[in-house]
């Protein structure tokens, strides 16, 4: 039996973070470090104001602390993952589980990719929508009525987002329910994966440049091409691609799945991933069920 560790993206923050995380052993010295290296109180922005925190470039460094410590928490219970592998933000956080660059690095560099986004298209210009029950091949001729709008995330058989324009977004939203289908417009402030988040990607590209990747503990199947990749400069171009390019998550599961992957585990915040693998009837645990605090929180990913 072969197990995969996943880490959750954007849209798995909530206000409170820091206090639940808080019992945890690891969580005072990583809490302390972020902190330290952000030049900022993290935590109390993960206790905060719900729409402080929501601000992509504050949601991004909270969520991959939680995670972080979520799979030291982990390790201390279950046996070494086969593979890991996480949804758009969340692959930063697999990176630094896997040794390919410490915790101080990759929370450096989440804080960064936060800031780099919000600063590519002003608040409100851009947005995406999750869309439920409808084939991928429907989706992919529908966005091309609209005007600057992108399939963002194959999340799953059932669940797609798409990206773009915010009144492409909108007009999309529309007229896919008055067709009697399920669109629902995500409380996102910019259109994630899309090419229009190129110039966040080519900011994070001169961040990273400089920065020594390791080979992985553990091979990580990404985003981009939904392949397991250790070959560090290769891992290095393909967490810059998913910046302004798609999201392949259904076909990493399917990949992992492949690759002999029976037991999925999510170790991050809420339990988003978890409810996606559940309802594809696969074999998917939140870390909080087996080691102690509860948090069945569902949400839609946003894919950031």
């Known amino acids: ?10 849209g798995s923050q909530y206000s409170g973070m820091a206090t639940d995380f808080s019992k945890y052993g690891s969580w005072g010295h990583y809490a302390k470090v972020a902190n330290e290296v952000l030049g900022l109180d993290l935590v109390e922005i993960m206790d905060g104001d719900e729409e402080i925190l929501k601000l992509t470039e504050n949601a991004q460094p909270a969520i991959y602390l939680a995670s972080y410590v979520a799979f030291v928490e982990l390790k201390k219970y279950l046996k070494e993952p086969d593979f890991v592998a996480g949804h758009s933000l969340g692959e930063y956080t697999a990176l630094a589980a896997a040794g390919v660059y410490d915790f101080e690095t990759g929370i450096y560099l989440v804080r960064k990719r936060g800031e780099y986004i919000s600063q590519a298209m002003k608040p409100g210009e851009g947005s995406m929508a999750a869309v439920i029950g409808v084939p991928i091949e429907q ?3 529908l966005v091309k009525k609209y005007e600057g709008l992108y399939i963002a995330n194959y999340n799953s058989e059932e669940q797609t987002v798409v990206s773009g324009k915010a009144e492409s977004v909108k007009s999309f939203v529309k007229d896919l329910t008055e067709n009697g289908k399920r ?19 080519e900011k994070m590209a001169i961040e990273v440049e400089h920065i020594k990747f390791r080979q992985p503990r553990y091979p990580i199947v990404m985003n981009s091409i939904a392949q397991e990749i250790t070959d560090p400069e290769q891992i290095k171009h393909y967490i810059l691609e998913q910046i302004s390019g ?3 998550w259904k076909q990493s599961v399917d990949r992992m799945i ?3 992957v029976s ?6 915040p809420k339990n988003v991933l978890t409810t996606m693998l559940k309802k594809a009837k696969l074999n998917a645990k939140h870390f909080t069920s087996l080691i102690g605090i509860k948090d069945g929180t569902e949400g839609v990913p946003s894919g950031r």
């Open 263 to 268: 037991e999925f585990i999510e170790a991050g």
């Open 139 to 141: 989706i992919d001729e």
């Open 258 to 260: 492949t690759l002999g």
């Open 1 to 10: 039996m072969r197990l995969a560790y996943l880490f959750p993206g954007q």
């Open 246 to 248: 798609p999201v392949y």
């Open 183 to 201: 669109a629902i417009e995500l409380k996102v402030s910019g259109p994630f994966h899309t090419p229009y988040l190129e110039s966040a990607r």
